[in-house]
């Protein structure tokens, strides 16, 4: 059934690919499930009163999507990977909006990567270090950047991670852990 579902998944994707609108009627019901996951597990740690809530991250996320007219989806995985790139964008900007009227604020603290799902108004702008972090990290390393983007942001397995990079996943194992080490260490220098 799973592995029926995910080939259902990756053929609807081609036919959108190819301009079908009906094919993203039949897709979204099919994907909405994971993507909710995906939110809730970003905004799993929001105080009740959070102005983004995990509906609205989908929401926007999901037009982001429908809306990129060079879409071209290899598979699940790969479009999976693109959602969990629209969400933290939106995440970020959501973050940066907040932080907008706060300027010339006082020191801000350092969070850890399993922290980054809250998003306050007070951790807006660790958010966005930690964004600038990881923006420095894909610039000195491209895949690391994007596995720590895809396992954190996008809620990837190591296996699906690994699929989407076409990396083995003891390269994605050892990358998430490099990743981690070196978003901790950027971060506590800032």
């Not at 809306?67 to 995440?91: G, P, T, V, Y």
């Not at 194992?173 to 978003?183: A, E, G, P, V």
């Amino acid at each position: 059934m799973l592995k029926s579902k995910k080939k259902d998944i990756t053929k609807l994707l081609v036919e959108w690919s190819d301009g079908s609108n009906e094919a993203l009627d039949e897709l979204m019901p099919l994907v909405y499930d994971e993507l909710h996951r995906m939110a809730r597990n970003y905004m799993s740690n929001q105080p009740p009163h959070h102005t983004l809530q995990a509906t609205a991250l989908i929401n926007e996320a999901y037009v982001k999507l429908a809306d990129n007219k060079e879409k071209i989806w290899q598979n699940r995985a790969h479009f999976f990977a693109i959602a969990s790139s629209a969400m933290r964008h939106i995440l970020v900007d959501h973050a940066r909006a907040r932080s907008a009227g706060k300027r010339g604020g006082g020191q801000t603290q350092v969070i850890s990567l399993d922290e980054v799902a809250e998003i306050s108004n007070e951790r807006a702008s660790e958010i966005i270090k930690l964004d600038d972090a990881l923006n420095l990290l894909a610039a000195e390393d491209e895949r690391k950047g994007r596995v720590v983007e895809l396992r954190y942001f996008g809620g990837l397995s190591i296996e699906e991670t690994a699929e989407v990079l076409k990396v083995s996943t003891k390269t994605v194992i050892r990358d998430w852990r490099f990743s981690k080490s070196w978003l901790l260490h950027e971060l506590s220098n800032k």
